[in-house]
């Protein structure tokens, strides 16, 4: 067989020329439909398809049957579910799993039960409540596709649903060219020998749909037209498809969403192999998708936060400032800075130790080096005494040569290697760690945090839960195969140090890189290692949005970028790029200078002082940061909020995604480019320039150049008000929020200077 450049065998990841024991199984119109415990149940007939670009059912081989259960939840979310793999784990795997570690639903979450209308060839679904919410076609025409005049098609299962009542999502029923040649398929499994290990669901998609989300996605607003591999790994800067962190859930301009609740490496597509469909591939032949109605944004990613979980609150002290580069070496270096930022009067809340607090250099053994770090418990103290609280790097793997190895092989605290790997050697990472930690075992689980913990008791308030991206594909884990575990394996890592950081300083927080669907609940997360240029500020604050439209309410990044180009470790960062970069840091719910090589301020005398201004700036609009804070852990709202959030029926900003909404009355515009200039869009209302006082009305672009480096474009909504702390401190310790005032954008309000 001559291999096929048909679109659809490209999606499912077929080479009929060199898998001759791969198969496409087909779903077609329903045989039954009944009700169970408040579920619809649809009885599905699937058939083996010929490989071919006319496919045709295979006669030969019979018919094999699986089970759609639809069911709905209160707030407007309907689940579907189908297990399409084989024999006794099918058995087991009949009904939604609501255990797993993903989900965690709010008490808002609750069962209503569905009923089901019979009709001359369809059935209608609806809530106790008399409001529709699926129905299903079983004439062999589809309803408002096909004329009279028309061939109908082969006949396939045809269902939508309104998960709000109202708005209608349709499976792809009829993506195809001719009824033989397809180019997506609504329901479908792949099956290799006796194994069926991928399915694929797809949604109708419209010509004007627009999508955002699906995890810290480095690119345009709009995600129409693209199809993502949904596979944590090393994203290795912020301008490429490659990202830290995936999540499977997509936002549409049509006002639904949709959550695949799963850990599988997926494909999903939004309108990028056919422009008329949503399609989505797991590798494994389980589908169960949560989709979601709303009015508006931020209700929609609020039901996928009932489902998946609400961020907690970071504590004060870490919205202030955070200093670190890549990396302190000893105690006596970090006192220096530390005392230099208090002697010079630079607000600083946070000293972070980067990878050389060991013995070695990146070689983490989760221990003080005791010659560069004598005494840590007293230094720490003696930091904290000057309002420094220290934040340490480690990750999640043990080296070869590290102290832990012998005990964490012996007890099965990393995986230990299959025959394979341990004979042809890991090509896991240019690290070369020896092993994973294996969080799918509650004793290794327990023994990382045991290392956490003695860390934590002497002072240290936040663990960097640093990579998590990648495992050991070749290792055995306790309780997952490492095709499961990769993707959860930053939940459970962040998961594990969190509890622990919590437990012992009372405060729930990490700083964390990669991410999968929950990982919300552990703020908080940064983007990455960006580059210290205009491209790799952009990227990042794309990144940042998309991150925000997935579930995510805290998000930083490393300013003024991680490393330079082209010398990856000792380049020159450009004044101007440290400062809109600085600038862009105070307008996010956390800002933290890291890098490769050197970022206190005094190091760039030319724009020293203006880069206190801004960190002054910053401190002045914690009372602020904290109240938008609060709102988002309560809420479907993020601290960077894409222009969507206010305004999904403006079509403009389903495009833009170089200025933002900070909490719910600041437009930040920030400014990326040498020249000084940029033009911003206003959406609806009227706004005021928050620095100058200047007015605007809204639904316009305005040109803004010459803009001077100790400016930024922000804007604030007219008649909103802004708490915000009147005195200089140099930390959050010398702050008492009751003594902040509210600024009122009203007639009065003629600029704010810093």
């Not at 998609?205 to 999508?211: H, I, N, P, R, V």
């Not at 230990?416 to 240019?430: C, D, I, R, V, Y």
């Not at 009227?686 to 930024?712: A, S, V, Y």
């Amino acid at each position: 067989m001559k291999p096929t450049n048909y679109h659809l065998f490209d999606f499912l990841d077929f080479d009929p020329e060199l898998k001759r024991d791969e198969s496409l199984w087909k779903a077609y119109k329903p045989t039954s439909v009944y009700e169970r415990d408040g579920d619809i149940y649809v009885v599905i007939p699937f058939q083996k398809q010929v490989l071919a670009n006319d496919m045709e059912a295979d006669m030969s081989v019979a018919q094999v049957t699986h089970t759609l259960i639809i069911r709905m939840y209160e707030p407007k979310i309907i689940r579907i579910f189908i297990d399409c793999t084989d024999g006794e784990k099918r058995e087991k795997q009949l009904v939604p799993n609501d255990n797993s570690d993903i989900l965690q639903f709010s008490q808002r979450v609750r069962r209503m039960p569905l009923h089901l209308e019979i009709g001359d060839n369809c059935w209608t679904i609806k809530s106790g409540d008399g409001i529709r919410r699926a129905f299903i076609n079983n004439n062999d025409a589809p309803i408002d596709h096909w004329s009279d005049l028309q061939p109908a098609p082969q006949p396939t299962i045809d269902i939508c649903f309104y998960p709000d009542g109202q708005r209608e999502v349709r499976l792809a029923a009829y993506d195809h060219f001719s009824p033989p040649r397809y180019d997506a398929l609504p329901i479908a499994f792949c099956k290799t020998g006796n194994c069926n290990n991928r399915a694929t669901l797809s949604f109708e998609c419209k010509a004007d749909e627009c999508f955002a989300g699906t995890g810290e996605r480095f690119m345009k607003m709009d995600l129409s037209g693209q199809t993502f591999f949904l596979k944590n790994q090393d994203g290795q800067g912020v301008n490429n498809r490659r990202t830290y962190k995936n999540i499977p859930f997509y936002l549409s301009s049509h006002m639904y969403g949709t959550f695949y609740h799963t850990t599988a490496h997926s494909k999903l597509s939004l309108a990028g192999h056919s422009t008329r469909s949503v399609q989505f591939l797991s590798d494994q032949a389980i589908i169960d998708a949560f989709i979601i109605g709303g009015d508006t944004v931020e209700e929609i990613i609020r039901g996928y936060r009932d489902l998946t979980g609400y961020p907690s609150m970071p504590p004060l002290w870490s919205f202030g400032i955070w200093m670190s580069r890549m990396t302190y070496f000893s105690a006596d270096e970090v006192s220096n800075i530390c005392n230099r930022l208090r002697q010079e009067h630079y607000p600083c809340d946070v000293i972070h130790l980067d990878t050389g607090w060991f013995k070695t250099d990146w070689l983490c053994e989760w221990k003080f080096n005791d010659e560069r770090f004598p005494n840590p418990p007293q230094f720490i103290k003696s930091l904290k005494d000057k309002g420094f609280r220290v934040s340490l790097w480690q990750l999640p793997y043990v080296a070869e040569n590290a102290e832990q190895i012998a005990e964490a092989r012996e007890n099965n605290y990393i995986g230990p290697l299959t025959k394979k790997q341990e004979s042809e050697g890991s090509n896991f990472s240019a690290l070369d760690y020896a092993g994973t930690i294996d969080f799918t075992y509650d004793k290794a689980t327990q023994w990382y945090k045991g290392l956490l913990k003695k860390l934590l008791d002497m002072g240290v308030v936040c663990i960097k839960t640093d990579f998590g991206e990648n495992i050991h594909m070749d290792a055995v884990y306790k309780n997952m195969t490492p095709e499961l575990l990769n993707n959860l394996y930053a939940l459970l890592y962040q998961k594990a140090a969190y509890e622990i950081t919590k437990e012992v300083t009372g405060d729930g927080i990490v700083w964390a890189r990669a991410a999968w669907a929950g990982c919300q609940r552990y703020p908080l997360h940064w983007g990455g290692d960006s580059c210290s240029s205009w491209d790799g500020m952009a990227g990042s604050l794309k990144g940042g949005l998309h991150f925000g439209l997935s579930g995510f309410a805290f998000w930083s990044h490393d300013v003024p970028g991680f490393h330079t180009l082209p010398n990856f470790m000792n380049g020159i960062v450009r004044d101007d790029v440290y400062v809109r970069w600085t600038q862009f840091g105070v307008f996010s719910s956390h800002i933290r200078y890291h890098g490769t090589n050197k970022r206190e301020p005094w190091h760039y005398p030319n724009i020293a002082s203006i880069v206190k201004k801004w960190w002054n700036l910053r401190y002045a609009l914690i009372p602020y940061i904290v109240q938008e804070s609060l709102i988002a852990c309560h809420s479907g709202y993020t601290l960077l909020q894409a222009l969507i959030f206010h305004h999904p029926n403006d079509k403009t900003c389903w495009h833009i995604d170089d200025e933002y909404y900070f909490g719910n009355d600041f437009l930040v515009a920030p400014v990326m480019n040498s020249e000084n200039s940029r033009e911003v869009y206003l959406p609806e209302g009227r706004w005021c320039n928050f620095f100058t006082g200047q007015r605007h009305n809204g639904k316009q672009w305005i040109t803004m150049q010459d803009i001077p480096l100790e400016q930024m474009p922000v804007f604030v909504r007219e008649g909103a008000e802004i708490p915000m702390y009147p005195e200089y401190v140099e930390c959050t310790d010398e702050m008492d929020l009751s003594k902040s005032v509210t600024i009122t954008i009203n007639e009065n309000f003629n600029g704010y200077s810093i």
